[in-house]
Structures are given as structure tokens and as C-alpha cells.
DNA sequence: CGTGTGTATCGGCATTCGCTTATATAAGGT
DNA sequence: ACCTTATATAAGCGAATGCCGATACACACG
């Protein structure tokens, strides 16, 4: 399953943000999805899932608990995919590099 | 339609790759697609409407011909969504910045 | 005009996907 | 041991998606 496929689905893209900014239980990401989109916990878990066995998340176990955590490997395969279209919203990429190279070089000069 | 279920399919973001660096015929873009993947025409054709329609690539009749290019603001989308994922990856963009603004401040005061 | 070429649309079918309910597994507390 | 809580899996169903063949549309050129 590519990585686009993964995202493409609301319901993950909303799980990735509830665990980006650290572990959540299952239960804890379960209780805002339902809110949110109204499905029940099977579905969650099946999201919860694909994220697991698509290397979007890591799980770890505490008692009964489980803990998901981003794993950002499959999220970077994105953002290298999009590489080759930044140029479009930042077309002043090429000329970032330069600036930082400019900067380095200047400070060795000096 | 969001821009993730544009982009989940294998064909589409092909697409998009082909019309990355400039304009293509529809015919041009048909021909490598069904040669890559297998698929008819009106299949192509279909994916090429959903990418118009969600405002990734725009169309220029010439002629009897169409020329597909891309419409980044779509995909910029999709770049946005990535932000908050990407200090996994990128742990020193901070950094980065600090480092063109030094670049700066140190050329200005010159 | 009529014929050919490039491209889009239509109708139908097969597959995939996400959801639900029901059930299983597993750890914790009493 | 038993019951509860936390989470996962199973089975089945409906909707959506992608594909195909057939066909329509539109422009170009003899």
C-alpha cells in the first residue's frame, strides 16, 4: 500500500495529527475520531491498523494500554515526492541554498 | 474531494510527474501512461479529469489538442498538511532559518 | 463537406474500501 | 476465579472507484 493511499483516508490523516505531537493511547485517539466522524471503535482500530502495517505509527504496549506514536519514515516518502513540485510554491529554493551557502562561505572569509 | 484521494492513485501522481516540467499533450501524457500501466485511454482521460477537477493541473486547448500543466496551489496543500509532520525529519529547519538570517545579517553589516 | 485524429463522456461491471455488529484476546482489579 | 476494561479481529454489506468498450464531440485538412 503506497503511502498516498494511506493518507488519503480523513480518519488517518486526523489519528497522524492526534499522535503528532507525542503518544496517545488507542482509546484516547478512539474517543476524538468517534466524536469527530461519528464511527464506531472497530473502525477506528481498522485505521489504526493500516497506519500500524503501513509504518505510520509504532505501537507500544502499557498494561492493556497501547500506545501510537508518528513514525515518520512513510511520512517522508511524501514529502519526497513533493520535492519535485516545490519549486512551484518556492521557486527561490535553488536561490535558499545559495543563500546559505553564501552565508557559510562569507563567514569563512572573514 | 481532498487532495490526498487525488493523489492515492498510482496513475494520477504519474501524471503529475509527467507534467511536471512543463506542458503536455493529453495524447503525450496517454501514450506513456498506457505504455506504463496498461490502461485505455478513456481510463487516462478519467484520471486527467480528476486532476482538473480538483485544481491540479489546468487545461490549454490548442488546436484539437490539450495541453495539461500543473497547478501547484494543490498540491501546496498537501505540503501544509505535511509542515507539522516535518520537524521528524528536519529537526534543525529552525535552524535553517537562523542560519539565512545570520547569512543576512552578517552581509549587512559589511 | 467528409474523413481522420485527438480527446472526452457514457453505461456497465468488478473490485476495493470503510463501516457495522458481533466476538475474541488480554490484562487488571476484586 | 470472575468481571471489567482496553483493544483487536471476523464476517458481511453497501458505496465508491477504476476500468473497459462504445460512442460522441470538435477541430483540421484534403
New binding site residues.
Partial sequence: ?HAF?VL?????RRILELIADGER??????ATVREE??????????????L?ENGFAS?R?V??????AVRPEALQEVDVWLERFRRFWTPHLDALATEIARGRRERRQQ
Fill in positions: 500500500m493511499d488519503g483516508d480523513p480518519v488517518r493511547s488507542a482509546g484516547e485517539v478512539t466522524f461519528g464511527i464506531s471503535q472497530p473502525a477506528v482500530s481498522q485505521h489504526l491498523k493500516v500500524r505501537v504496549p498494561g492493556t494500554r497501547r500506545l501510537y
